[in-house]
């Protein structure tokens, strides 16, 4: 889930939001930057956006009805579509697929291949629900749709949830990257009971921190068009390892490991999380009757691009893989100097964007009499807090792999698989056949499952690391 291709992302904005949605719920939040401040139209045609844009305080300008319908046109092709799914898919989670395979087995691929199936059809049915009522603009307009208020509760509930642990997780990769950037590095500050690694770490947030005060995100935005760029690289810094010989690929691979495949299945899931922001998507298409296509040729790619790495990965490193494939890598060479100083620096630009759902709907429970200043203060001060407490949370649970699992198994699966299929099955309840019936009920029961299992074991694995380290 890192950044996307910004002139793509800019053209998925929603210039005309309903005063009092959930703008925007994306873990992407160089699609909220551009939310904020302007639209494409307005952009090409080089002046200030009027739009009526419901995260502002509020434009001076107006807009009639030619204005609107001219804003609302999508343009977004195939092509540029799938790209952008890509950039949507791509991210934290592909770090942990060689981890995943390993400690599941070559068999388990099969999971991954057949989530990433099942995730797929997860986006068409959300397409489908799109197609049904065609004002609805964002996931949580979806889960409206479906269930009423409740819905819409539900399923901002299960977003901000996978924000939140997300951003716990980015946290952690950024500390164990940085102990393996800085290694032999001594800090130590006589009156914080902090290690090296936990010092770069706090020093490197508040570096981070003066950015969530920041009202025009579109400063910091394009800090997040290098998404499909940065997973290529860490896929590439792989294959020349392997290339180059600098490590032989001929570690084993068990065939199956059937413990593990509860926990590895929560990383899997965490993997193709993006359904968030697939209405943005699909509502951007000039033919959204190609959704569906759109999300066959981007989960077929990312999913290759998943097993492959998986593998390499394990073939290279075998048992001492790491749960993020670049501590793995050879510190001598330089495409693993210039990997893991991409994978420390994405989350600290992660952090401003990420929050601007918060901010968002922060603003609209303030009273619109309260001055730009105070709510700036509010704003901020309350993104501080939030952030510094999972600085806090990162630093005393410091077990990637765990908490990206759980990530995965309680709530991506959800927003994923359950969902989708719950609420296609409500809104199209009187049109649904039985096979297509059948089908969403278990995978409803299977997304039910796997979450469960999921939590309990990756649950459990965190519990007894934090209880070992104490």
């Known amino acids: 889930m890192w950044g996307k291709n910004w002139r793509s992302i800019r053209m998925l904005s929603d210039c005309l ?113 799109l197609d049904k009522n065609p004002k609805s603009r964002n996931y949580t307009d979806i889960g409206q749709n479906a269930f009423g208020t409740k819905g819409r509760v539900i399923a901002a509930t299960f977003i901000y949830i996978e924000i939140f642990m997300a951003l716990v997780s980015y946290t952690i990769s950024l500390h164990d990257n940085l102990s393996t ?24 947030v508040l570096v981070a921190l003066p950015s969530l005060w920041l009202r025009d995100l579109s400063s910091i935005s394009f800090l997040s068009s290098g998404g499909i760029f940065m997973s290529l690289l860490i896929f590439a810094t792989v294959a020349c390892t392997a290339i180059s010989g600098a490590v032989k690929a001929n570690q084993p691979i068990p065939v199956l490991k059937l413990d593990n495949i509860p926990a590895i299945s929560g990383l899997y899931i965490f993997s193709y999380a993006g359904h968030i922001v697939f209405p943005d998507l699909y509502k951007a298409m000039k033919d959204p009757s190609k959704f569906t296509k759109v999300s066959i040729v981007s989960f077929t790619l990312v999913t290759m691009l998943y097993t492959t790495l998986a593998f390499m990965g394990a073939k290279l490193f075998g048992p001492d893989v790491n749960s993020q494939i670049t501590l793995s890598m050879p510190r001598h060479l330089i495409v693993t100097k210039i990997a893991l100083w991409a994978t420390v620096l994405t989350p600290m630009t992660k952090y401003a964007l990420e929050f601007a759902p918060f901010a968002i709907q922060l603003e609209h429970k303030l009273p619109q009499s309260m001055s730009s200043r105070m709510k700036m203060i509010i704003r901020g001060s309350v993104g501080s807090i939030l952030l510094l407490c999972i600085l806090a949370l990162a630093l005393s649970v410091p077990y990637f792999e765990y908490v990206l699992s759980l990530t995965g198994s309680l709530v991506s699966v959800s927003i994923c698989i359950i969902l989708p299929s719950t609420f296609y099955l409500k809104i199209y309840w009187a049109q649904v056949t039985k096979p297509l019936l059948i089908l969403n009920v278990i995978l409803i029961a299977l997304g039910a499952l796997l979450g469960v299992c999921g939590t309990i074991s990756s649950s459990k694995s965190l519990l007894k690391s934090i209880g070992r380290a104490h």
């Open 17 to 129: 939001p309903s005063k009092n949605q959930v703008t925007s719920e994306s873990v992407h939040g160089a699609n909220l930057a551009a939310k904020w401040m302007s639209c494409d139209v307005c952009i090409e045609e080089n002046k200030v956006c009027g739009c009526q844009h419901s995260s502002t305080e509020g434009f001076k300008g107006t807009v009639n009805d030619t204005d609107v319908e001219r804003h609302q046109e999508s343009n977004s092709s195939f092509a540029h579509a799938v790209i952008n799914m890509i950039g949507m898919l791509i991210g934290l989670g592909q770090l942990s697929t060689p981890y995943a395979l390993e400690n599941g087995g070559w068999a388990s691929a099969f999971l991954l291949i057949g989530l990433g199936i099942t995730c797929a059809y997860g986006s068409h049915l959300l397409g489908k629900c």
């Open 181 to 204: 950037v800085f290694l032999g590095m001594h800090l130590k500050v006589p009156s914080l009971n902090l290690s090296t690694s936990q010092l770069l770490t706090v020093m490197a």
